[in-house]
Protein backbone atom coordinates (compact mmCIF):
# COMPACT_ATOMS: atom_id res chain seq x y z
CA UNK A 1 0.00 0.00 0.00
CA UNK A 2 1.45 3.34 -1.12
CA UNK A 3 1.03 6.09 1.26
CA UNK A 4 -0.02 9.73 0.03
CA UNK A 5 1.98 12.64 0.94
CA UNK A 6 -0.08 14.93 2.87
CA UNK A 7 -0.36 18.41 1.48
CA UNK A 8 -1.25 21.58 3.66
CA UNK A 9 -2.91 23.83 1.14
CA UNK A 10 -3.41 26.37 3.33
CA UNK A 11 -0.08 28.09 2.87
CA UNK A 12 -0.43 28.25 -1.30
CA UNK A 13 -2.57 31.58 -1.00
CA UNK A 14 0.15 33.24 1.08
CA UNK A 15 2.91 32.19 -1.36
CA UNK A 16 1.49 32.50 -4.27
CA UNK A 17 -0.22 35.97 -4.40
CA UNK A 18 2.78 38.16 -4.18
CA UNK A 19 3.93 36.66 -7.02
CA UNK A 20 0.57 37.85 -8.88
CA UNK A 21 2.05 40.95 -10.48
CA UNK A 22 5.11 40.11 -11.35
CA UNK A 23 3.78 36.81 -12.82
CA UNK A 24 1.12 38.82 -14.84
CA UNK A 25 3.99 41.37 -16.38
CA UNK A 26 5.78 38.06 -17.65
CA UNK A 27 3.04 36.91 -19.15
CA UNK A 28 2.13 40.32 -20.90
CA UNK A 29 5.73 40.48 -21.79
CA UNK A 30 5.93 37.47 -23.61
CA UNK A 31 2.67 36.72 -25.43
CA UNK A 32 2.31 40.81 -25.91
CA UNK A 33 -1.66 40.54 -24.89
CA UNK A 34 -3.35 41.07 -21.56
CA UNK A 35 -5.99 39.08 -22.38
CA UNK A 36 -3.89 35.89 -23.13
CA UNK A 37 -1.60 37.13 -20.51
CA UNK A 38 -4.85 36.47 -17.98
CA UNK A 39 -5.51 33.43 -19.90
CA UNK A 40 -2.37 31.86 -18.76
CA UNK A 41 -1.76 33.28 -15.46
CA UNK A 42 -4.71 31.95 -14.63
CA UNK A 43 -3.83 28.23 -16.57
CA UNK A 44 -0.32 28.72 -14.14
CA UNK A 45 -2.68 29.24 -11.09
CA UNK A 46 -4.84 25.71 -11.77
CA UNK A 47 -1.25 24.25 -12.59
CA UNK A 48 0.51 25.49 -9.28
CA UNK A 49 -2.51 24.33 -7.44
CA UNK A 50 -2.53 21.10 -8.97
CA UNK A 51 1.31 20.36 -8.30
CA UNK A 52 1.48 22.40 -4.84
CA UNK A 53 2.20 18.77 -3.58
CA UNK A 54 5.80 18.67 -5.64
CA UNK A 55 7.04 22.27 -4.36
CA UNK A 56 9.71 21.42 -2.02
CA UNK A 57 9.98 23.63 0.97
CA UNK A 58 12.48 25.72 1.48
CA UNK A 59 13.43 26.45 -1.96
CA UNK A 60 12.62 29.17 -4.23
CA UNK A 61 9.04 29.25 -4.39
CA UNK A 62 9.07 32.50 -6.88
CA UNK A 63 11.01 30.13 -9.55
CA UNK A 64 8.89 27.37 -9.23
CA UNK A 65 6.08 29.45 -10.08
CA UNK A 66 8.21 30.96 -13.22
CA UNK A 67 9.24 28.05 -14.49
CA UNK A 68 4.99 26.21 -14.52
CA UNK A 69 4.82 30.24 -16.29
CA UNK A 70 6.94 28.98 -19.00
CA UNK A 71 5.85 25.92 -18.75
CA UNK A 72 2.00 27.48 -19.71
CA UNK A 73 3.03 29.85 -22.05
CA UNK A 74 4.85 26.91 -24.58
CA UNK A 75 1.82 25.14 -24.53
CA UNK A 76 -0.49 28.04 -24.87
CA UNK A 77 1.40 29.33 -28.06
CA UNK A 78 1.84 25.18 -29.24
CA UNK A 79 -2.03 25.40 -29.28
CA UNK A 80 -2.66 29.37 -30.49
CA UNK A 81 0.12 28.57 -33.91
CA UNK A 82 -1.97 25.37 -34.62
CA UNK A 83 -5.03 26.90 -34.46
CA UNK A 84 -3.80 30.00 -36.35
CA UNK A 85 -2.17 27.92 -39.13
CA UNK A 86 -5.49 26.44 -39.73
CA UNK A 87 -6.95 30.45 -40.10
CA UNK A 88 -4.18 31.95 -42.21
CA UNK A 89 -6.17 34.68 -44.73
CA UNK A 90 -5.17 37.31 -47.33
CA UNK A 91 -6.63 39.86 -44.99
CA UNK A 92 -4.16 38.37 -41.93
CA UNK A 93 -1.19 38.40 -44.26
CA UNK A 94 -1.60 41.88 -45.74
CA UNK A 95 -2.10 43.09 -41.81
CA UNK A 96 1.14 41.67 -41.71
CA UNK A 97 3.07 42.70 -44.19
CA UNK A 98 2.22 46.17 -44.04
CA UNK A 99 5.25 48.42 -43.79
CA UNK A 100 5.21 51.04 -41.02
CA UNK A 101 7.77 53.51 -41.40
CA UNK A 102 7.51 55.26 -37.95
CA UNK A 103 10.45 56.62 -36.58
CA UNK A 104 10.27 56.89 -32.57
CA UNK A 105 11.08 59.96 -31.03
CA UNK A 106 12.30 58.33 -27.73
CA UNK A 107 12.90 54.96 -27.11
CA UNK A 108 9.17 53.47 -25.59
CA UNK A 109 8.54 50.56 -23.78
CA UNK A 110 6.31 49.11 -26.23
CA UNK A 111 9.75 48.54 -28.51
CA UNK A 112 11.81 46.90 -26.36
CA UNK A 113 8.69 45.17 -25.69
CA UNK A 114 8.56 44.29 -29.17
CA UNK A 115 11.80 43.38 -30.00
CA UNK A 116 11.86 40.95 -26.89
CA UNK A 117 8.60 39.17 -28.15
CA UNK A 118 10.86 39.12 -31.89
CA UNK A 119 13.71 36.94 -30.46
CA UNK A 120 13.04 32.81 -29.99
CA UNK A 121 11.22 32.52 -26.21
CA UNK A 122 14.12 30.22 -25.03
CA UNK A 123 16.48 33.39 -25.08
CA UNK A 124 13.65 35.94 -24.33
CA UNK A 125 12.87 33.47 -21.34
CA UNK A 126 16.20 33.99 -19.89
CA UNK A 127 16.67 37.54 -20.93
CA UNK A 128 13.49 38.49 -19.19
CA UNK A 129 14.15 36.32 -16.13
CA UNK A 130 17.94 38.09 -15.36
CA UNK A 131 17.76 41.32 -16.45
CA UNK A 132 13.42 42.25 -15.81
CA UNK A 133 13.30 39.90 -12.96
CA UNK A 134 16.64 39.54 -11.65
CA UNK A 135 16.63 35.88 -11.13
CA UNK A 136 20.01 34.60 -10.68
CA UNK A 137 21.49 31.75 -12.86
CA UNK A 138 20.86 29.06 -10.26
CA UNK A 139 17.03 30.09 -9.77
CA UNK A 140 16.87 30.58 -14.10
CA UNK A 141 18.12 27.24 -14.09
CA UNK A 142 15.74 25.72 -11.37
CA UNK A 143 13.09 27.99 -13.34
CA UNK A 144 13.22 26.56 -16.42
CA UNK A 145 15.12 23.19 -15.59
CA UNK A 146 17.53 24.11 -18.02
CA UNK A 147 21.83 23.52 -17.15
CA UNK A 148 23.59 26.63 -15.82
CA UNK A 149 25.75 26.48 -18.87
CA UNK A 150 22.98 26.98 -21.34
CA UNK A 151 21.49 29.95 -19.18
CA UNK A 152 24.57 31.90 -19.50
CA UNK A 153 24.85 31.23 -23.21
CA UNK A 154 21.48 31.94 -23.98
CA UNK A 155 21.19 35.23 -22.09
CA UNK A 156 24.75 36.61 -24.24
CA UNK A 157 22.79 35.21 -27.00
CA UNK A 158 19.80 36.87 -26.41
CA UNK A 159 20.94 40.29 -25.61
CA UNK A 160 23.16 39.77 -28.55
CA UNK A 161 19.65 39.62 -30.55
CA UNK A 162 17.98 42.30 -28.26
CA UNK A 163 20.70 44.75 -29.00
CA UNK A 164 20.26 43.50 -32.57
CA UNK A 165 16.91 44.40 -33.09
CA UNK A 166 17.20 47.49 -30.95
CA UNK A 167 19.75 48.83 -33.28
CA UNK A 168 17.53 50.95 -35.91
CA UNK A 169 15.57 52.52 -32.55
CA UNK A 170 18.48 53.07 -31.01
CA UNK A 171 19.95 54.58 -34.13
CA UNK A 172 16.70 56.79 -34.25
CA UNK A 173 17.00 57.91 -30.49
CA UNK A 174 20.57 59.05 -31.46
CA UNK A 175 22.12 56.55 -29.63
CA UNK A 176 24.92 55.27 -31.21
CA UNK A 177 26.11 51.77 -31.44
CA UNK A 178 29.43 50.44 -30.65
CA UNK A 179 30.40 49.27 -34.40
CA UNK A 180 29.43 53.18 -35.10
CA UNK A 181 32.45 54.15 -33.37
CA UNK A 182 35.28 52.01 -34.76
Keep these: MVMAKAVDFGGFE ?11 RAARAMLGNTADAED ?3 ELY ?5 SYDRFTPGTNYKAWLFGILF ?3 RHYRRKWFKFKAAEKSDEILEHV ?4 SSVPEDLRDEEVLAALRAIPPNYSEVVLLSDVYEFSYREIQEALGIPAGTVMSRLSRGRKLLRTQLAGVAVACGIRCAAQFA
Design 97 to 100: LVYQ
Design 40 to 42: VVQ
Design 46 to 50: LQAWK
Design 71 to 73: NVV
Design 14 to 24: ELTLPHAGDLF
